[in-house]
C-alpha cells in the first residue's frame, strides 16, 4: 500500500463511529432524557411554592384586617356609633328623627 492509501485509511476510521463511542453517546443521551422529568417536576413546584406563597401573604393581609376589625368591635365608642347609624338607636332623653329624601323612601343605612 502506498502512503496516501494509509492515510485515507486511517482518516476513515477517526471519522468512524466506534462502537464505545456509540455507547457513550447513547449513555449520554439517555441520561439528559431521565434528567428532563425531575427538573421539569422541579419547576413546576417551584411555580406552585410561589403561588402559595403569594397566596399565604394575602391570607395574613387579609387576618390583619380582620385583628383591626376585631378591635374596632371591642371598642365601646365604636359599638355605640354603629348602633346609632345601622339600627337608628338613641338613648334615653334623646328625640330620633328620620331625614327623608325629597323624591324617595327613607331607608335604613346598611352596615
Sequence with gaps: MSAGALSSTEAR????????ALA????????????????R?????????TGL???????????????????QL????YLERLARECLGMIKPGEIGFVVVP??????ARIC
Excluded at 476510521?13 to 464505545?20: D, F, V
Excluded at 457513550?24 to 427538573?39: C, T
Excluded at 417536576?41 to 411554592?49: F, P
Excluded at 371591642?74 to 365608642?77: A, G, I, L, V
Design 53 to 71: 406563597e403569594q397566596q399565604v401573604s394575602q391570607l395574613e393581609h387579609q387576618n390583619a384586617e380582620y385583628d383591626h376589625r376585631i378591635a
Design 13 to 20: 476510521r477517526g471519522r468512524r463511529m466506534t462502537g464505545r
Design 74 to 77: 371591642h371598642d365601646p365608642q
Design 102 to 107: 325629597k323624591h324617595g323612601k327613607a331607608g
Design 41 to 49: 417536576a422541579y419547576l413546576n413546584e417551584r411555580t406552585q411554592i
Design 24 to 39: 457513550l453517546l447513547v449513555v449520554v443521551g439517555a441520561l439528559l432524557v431521565a434528567a428532563m422529568y425531575p427538573l
